[in-house]
């Protein structure tokens, strides 16, 4: 659409569950990175009308019975399809969600939280979506053949009632065109990006000699990094994470353990990426997955110019793109595969080089957030 010889542009609403409202002035101030809000930042400085929702925020206070029976619902469908989703977040919502053009859910839980009030027709705005982790829960061996079979209807029914549906990594996204091949094209790859005007060297920073591992998802091998830790006594580490198992009595005494959490800001952002800019590398020990998992972590290393040693496994975002030995090492979950590339990167400095070199061309290239912006508004204009 055209308006006084200008594109006129969507009204649009990002909805998050939490964390991302307060950053907003912090990015402008260079204190934080903008990538967790998956584009908001950067549309908002291309002039595109956009606010942003938190989940958190509902004003709807059920009585203690529907409370109750609300709990019931979600244990029972989790327990029985792998699927979170809680629409009752949304009753009091509904008129100011209608009041955007295109509506952004920042993973599938919300879209699923928003999918009631969809199938009931009572949102009238187009609906996007990230994938992150729910479809993937529909597919949990854990399941039975029918609970496996009802999240799978309801997931299938989400992405037809929405408008496009965004993956981070590639096995999502090969997951569903296996199971949901006649919306192919819904489907659509965006690979995460980092804030790259945050996220870079800094020459000046005095360099320490410790190995760094860093991150929360569930998908994390954090007894292997223990293991390779106890495993090298003569390197230190560093291990930021809440993770409830880890603690000072479990680690050896050349790990030290920062607490961390982006959403609960155990560290400032500023505060990490120091951290990153004095490690002589980044270690990601990661169980076998079909989402993408260390991904922010990686590019954030990457980006500041230090080498990674990755995990392979299923859920690894683009393979196409991203290199091994050439962009970071990717080597096998097992300790002594770890340890193998862990002593290359201390003694083959042409390598450590190379790898630095090329994986910052790789994210100026390829995973700036401001591409990533470019890309997702031509994705939810189609």
């Not at 938190?54 to 619902?73: G, M, Q, R």
């Not at 994390?220 to 880890?246: G, Y």
């Not at 490690?279 to 230090?306: E, F, N, R, W, Y």
């Amino acid at each position: 659409m055209k308006k006084n010889g200008e594109i006129d542009k969507s009204k649009i609403l990002y909805i998050f569950t939490g964390g991302r409202k307060k950053r907003f002035d912090e990015i402008t101030k260079g204190k934080a990175p903008s990538e967790f809000l998956f584009g908001a930042y950067e549309l908002k400085k291309m002039s595109y009308e956009l606010d942003i929702m938190e989940i958190e925020e509902t004003t709807n206070k059920p009585s203690l019975f529907s409370k109750i029976n609300k709990v019931i619902k979600q244990k029972t469908l989790k327990k029985i399809t792998g699927l979170n989703q809680n629409s009752t977040i949304f009753k009091d919502k509904i008129n100011k969600i209608n009041k955007y053009d295109h509506v952004i859910c920042g993973n599938d839980y919300i879209a699923l939280c928003l999918y009631p009030w969809i199938k009931k027709r009572k949102i009238k705005s187009l609906i996007s979506f990230f994938v992150m982790g729910q479809l993937a829960n529909t597919r949990d061996p854990g399941l039975s053949h029918l609970g496996k079979k009802i999240g799978k209807k309801i997931y299938g029914d989400l992405i037809k009632e929405c408008n496009s549906i965004i993956f981070l990594g590639e096995g999502e996204l090969d997951l569903a065109n296996s199971i949901y091949p006649k919306f192919k094209d819904k489907f659509n790859f965006l690979p995460f990006a980092v804030d790259t005007t945050f996220w870079k060297p800094d020459d000046k920073i005095k360099k320490e000699d410790f190995i760094l591992s860093i991150g929360n998802d569930k998908a994390r091998d954090w007894p292997l990094a223990i293991d390779i830790a106890k495993s090298m006594p003569e390197e230190n580490f560093k291990f930021i994470t809440k993770n409830k198992n880890i603690t000072k009595n479990n680690l050896p005494s050349n790990v030290e353990l920062i607490k961390g959490d982006w959403k609960d800001r155990l560290l400032t952002d500023k505060e990490i990426r120091n951290i990153y800019r004095k490690c002589k590398m980044v270690i990601l020990p990661i169980h076998d997955t079909i989402q993408p998992s260390g991904q922010s972590v990686c590019l954030q290393a990457m980006a500041c110019s230090k080498p990674v040693i990755i995990s392979r496994y299923q859920g690894f975002w683009d393979s196409k793109n991203i290199k091994n030995n050439t962009h970071l090492i990717i080597t096998e979950n097992n300790k002594n595969n770890f340890i193998d590339q862990i002593d290359q990167i201390d003694k083959n400095e042409n390598l450590v080089k190379k790898i630095k070199k090329e994986s910052i061309n790789l994210i100026l290239n390829n995973y700036k957030i401001d591409i990533f912006a470019k890309k997702l508004i031509k994705i939810i204009d189609k």
